[in-house]
C-alpha cells in the first residue's frame, strides 16, 4: 500500500480497505478511541488520531499543525520534473499567506450571499426532480439525478463556468478525491496527474479570457483580485482557487444529500420531516455528525510535539479523524445514536479553526433545498433493495448510488 499521497489524501488504514468497513467504520473507530486514540501506522507512515479533543486540537493548532504537505518528512515530488499534484490553495496553505487567499473569495460564500442563491437553487432542484420523474417509473437514483448534479451545476454557476461542461467536471472530480491505495493506485495516480493537467488548462483559459473582459462572477473576482499589497494574485494561486472551489463542494454536498436520506430511511422519518424545513436543518447537522461527508483531514507537524501519550516528531504526517471525533462517547451523548433533533453544534462535519469550510453556508442551503423537495414531492418514498458501495476515496465518505422508489408524486405548489 502507499503511503499518504502528495494531496495529503491519505491511504486507508488496513482495517478500511474492504468496502463493507469503509461503509461502517465506526465500530473500528470506537474501538481505537479506546485502544490506541493515538497510533502509528507503519504501512502508511502516519499517525492516526481518533478522540475528539486531540482530533480538534491537531486541526485548528496552527503553530504545532501544518496543512502543508510539502513539509512532512517523508515528502517526494511526484514526477522526474519536480512536479508535484499539489494545488497552490488555501486548503494546503497556513496562515498568514491562507488568509490572504480566503479573503479573495470569502464574501462570495457568506451566509448572506448564499442566501440570495436560494430562488434559483430551489428552481434547480425542481428541475432535475421533475427530469428524474419524467425518465423514470416509480424509482430513480438519488445520485445521478439529484445529489451529483445539483452541487455541480450550482458551483458552476458561482464560478460563471458553462454548466454543460459538468459531465467532465464530474470526472475530473470523482478521478482526484479517489483513493491511491491498493492494486490500482499507479494507474489511479496516473490519471490523477492527468485530469489535473486537462482541468489546469481548462480553467487558465478562463481565467485569462475573465482578465481581458472580466463579467459579474467569481472567476473573474479571482482572475482580477489583488493582494493586500497591491500585487495581482499569481496565476497559480488563481488557477488552484477555481480548482479547489470546483473539486471541494462536488462529492462531499453529494454525499452529505446522500448520507442524509440513509439516515431518515433507516430512522424512518421521511413523513416526520416531510414539510417542516427548520426539522431538515438540524437534521442535516446530526448528519454532518453521524454520516460525516469528509471523514478524515491530514496534518504535518511542524514542531515535537506529544499528542496523548505519544511522542510525534517535526515532520511526520498525521490522519484526524473527523468521523471519529463526531462519534467520540465523551464529546456526545449517546453518541451512535442518531437523534434527529439533536443540534449538535460542536461537530467536526465541516472541519475547525483557521480552515473550517469556506462552503459550509453553502452546503447547508443545498442540503436543506434538496433534502425539502425530495421528502415533498414524493408519495411512498423509500430506499430500493440494493448493495451499496461506498465512495471511491479514502476520506469522502458516502454511497457510489442510493436507488430510491416512490408510489406517487406531488404536484408543485
Ligand atoms: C457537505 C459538504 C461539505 C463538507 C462536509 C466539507 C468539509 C470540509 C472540511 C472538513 C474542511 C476542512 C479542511 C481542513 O481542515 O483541512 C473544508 C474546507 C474547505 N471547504 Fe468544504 N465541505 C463541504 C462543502 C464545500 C463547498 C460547497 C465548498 C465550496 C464551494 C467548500 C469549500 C471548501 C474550501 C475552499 C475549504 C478550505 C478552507 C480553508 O482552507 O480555509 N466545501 N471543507
Redesign the pocket.
Known sequence: MSSANPQ?IQAFPDALTDPDAWLEPFDWYREMRTDAPVRYDPSRNAWDVFRYEDVKRV??DNETFS?NPRIAADFEPADEAGQDMILD?????DPPR?DE??DV?DEA?RARAVAEREPRLRELVDTLLDEAIAANDGEFDLVDELAYPF?VI??AD?LGVPADDRAQFREWSDSLVAATSGESGDAIAEQQQESLQEMGMYFLSLIQDRREDPQDDLISRIATAELSDGTPLPQQEALG?CM???I???I??????TNAVRCFENNDLFDELAGDEDAIGTAIEEV?RYR???QA???IARTDVTLGEESIDEGDRLV?W?GSANRDEQKFDESDQFIVDREPTEH?????????????P???L??RVALSALLSRFDGLAVAETDLSPTRSSF?YGVESLPLQYSGTNDLT
Not at 252 to 257: A, E, G, Q, S, Y
Open positions: 495529503g486541526i485548528s496543512v490553495t488555501m486548503l494546503f496553505q491562507h487567499l480566503r473569495v460564500f452541487p450550482v458551483i458561482i482557487m479547489l472551489l470546483l471541494a463542494g462536488n462531499t454536498t453529494t454525499n452529505l444529500i454532518l460525516a461527508p469528509v483531514m491530514t496534518r484526524a473527523l467536526l462535519g465541516f472541519g475547525h479553526g483557521t480552515h473550517y469550510c469556506l462552503g459550509a453553502l452546503a447547508r443545498e442540503a469522502v
